[in-house]
Structure formats: structure tokens, C-alpha cells
């Protein structure tokens, strides 16, 4: 049987041979939430960018643009990191720069996975299918907080090992305690992800409706995968 492990951080990622493996990269809130709207709603590709100014060089080749810095979206952009202004631009066919505080930062890090798949609540039921499919060791990695772990991303990556536990043998204490979490909260995930320091920062930004939207389940069956510098699906 095939493994599935948890990495809480990026900063852990060293302790994991990634290269032999399925990435999963999730930022619940909201990067990798984002990224399935986007292309649940049309998007053609999309470019993770680690820094702002590779995103205004892109802008430059007709890419459009998206991101945060702080949460807020960033100054000239098309689109904030919001579920809900991706689901209300135009990206049918179109080519997406991106880049956030976490998400593409942890996506940047993992580019030497055998396959690097992007997941969240959104894709939940999908992403286990495409998994399952691939039937490889897997390796979920939390993109957490500025290099701390956060419990919104440990939660999803409980969830999804609870959602493989008849086809993939959980590996390691992480792949335990992420899901114990996750059958802990998941009655209530809002009350729970509620009480985080990430989704605190949100209501400052007024994006609560944006936490929401995120932590619904199955809401799209996209499951974004990286082939050579972009996304696609
Ligand atoms: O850190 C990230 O990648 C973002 O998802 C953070 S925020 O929700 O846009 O503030």
C-alpha cells in the first residue's frame, strides 16, 4: 500500500524526499481555494510566482493578474486572492500570474515533486480520486504561515488522509494528528477555523464571506496540476 504523509510547514519540507512523491499543496485560506475557482470558472493556466515583480513582468506578456501582500490585493492588479473576484472576472481561456504571502511560495518550493497537484476543501472528493488514481506515495504539504504551522491547512490534510485511509497507509505522526483534528472539527469547521490568527487577519479584511466559501466541501471537481512553470487541469 502506498503512504500519505503530512508536512505542517514548509520549513519541514526538508525532512520529506519530495521528489519521489505526489506533492499536494494546500493554503486553504485562500491561495490553493482560489486557484480551483479560478479554473472551475474557465482559467486556461496559471503562472505561481513567488514576488510581486514576477508577476508585473507577466502582466507585461498579457498574463492577467492576482495576489495578495498582507491579505490586501495588490496595488494594479486584476484581482485579489478572493475566490469570489476570480468566480466574477473574465478568465475563460486566459493566462493567470499569481502570487501570495504562503500558497505560491510553498508551490515554489515543491516543483521538484514527481507531481505537484493543488488542493483544498473545494476539490476534496476530486483531488482523493486523482490520488488514488496516481497511486503513489503522497506527500501533503501545509503551506501554513510565514513558516508556521497553521490549523486551517492541517485540518484540510486531515481530511484528505481520513479520506484515503482505505487506499493509502498514513505515515508518520503528522498524517495522525492532522487527522484526529480534523474528525475533532469537523462538525464545525467554520466555528473552529474561525477561532485561527489567519482567519482573524480576514475579518480585519472583511473577506469572513471569503473563509466561508473556502471551507465548503466539493463545491468543484478541478484538480489544478503543475506541468512544466504553469498550472493547469
Ligand atoms: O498566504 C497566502 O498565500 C494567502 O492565501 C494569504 S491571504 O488569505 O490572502 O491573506
Not at 482567519?199 to 484538480?223: G, I, P
Request: charged share 25%; with cysteine; hydrophobic share 45%.
Amino acid at each position: 500500500m502506498k503512504t500519505i504523509e503530512v508536512c505542517l510547514t514548509p520549513e519541514l519540507l526538508h525532512q520529506h524526499s519530495i521528489v519521489e512523491k505526489v506533492a499536494v499543496v494546500v493554503d486553504v485560506l485562500r491561495a490553493s481555494s482560489t486557484m480551483i475557482t479560478a479554473f472551475a470558472h474557465g482559467l486556461e493556466r496559471l503562472m505561481p510566482v513567488a514576488y510581486v515583480e514576477g508577476c508585473v513582468a507577466l502582466q507585461r506578456l498579457d498574463y492577467l493578474s492576482a495576489g495578495e501582500r498582507d491579505g490586501a490585493k495588490v496595488e494594479g492588479f486584476n484581482f485579489g486572492n478572493s475566490p469570489y473576484d476570480v468566480m466574477h472576472g473574465d478568465l475563460q481561456g486566459k493566462s493567470l500570474a499569481m502570487t501570495t504571502t504562503n500558497g505560491t511560495l510553498a508551490i515554489e518550493k515543491s516543483k521538484s515533486a514527481k507531481k505537484l497537484l493543488i488542493g483544498a476543501f473545494l476539490n476534496l472528493s476530486a483531488l482523493a480520486d486523482r490520488i488514488k488514481e496516481l497511486n503513489e506515495d503522497t506527500l501533503v504539504l501545509c503551506a501554513g504561515w510565514k513558516g508556521q504551522m497553521n490549523l486551517e491547512d492541517t485540518l484540510f490534510a486531515g481530511a484528505l488522509v481520513a479520506q484515503l485511509t482505505n487506499d493509502f497507509k498514513a505515515k508518520g505522526d503528522s498524517a495522525l494528528a492532522a487527522r484526529l483534528l480534523y474528525e475533532n472539527a469537523k462538525n464545525d469547521l467554520y466555528g473552529v477555523i474561525s477561532q485561527t490568527s489567519h482567519a482573524q487577519r480576514l475579518k480585519k479584511l472583511s473577506a469572513d464571506d471569503d473563509m466561508r466559501f473556502c471551507l465548503k466541501k466539493d463545491e468543484y471537481h478541478v484538480v489544478p496540476f503543475l506541468e512544466s512553470e504553469h498550472l493547469v487541469v
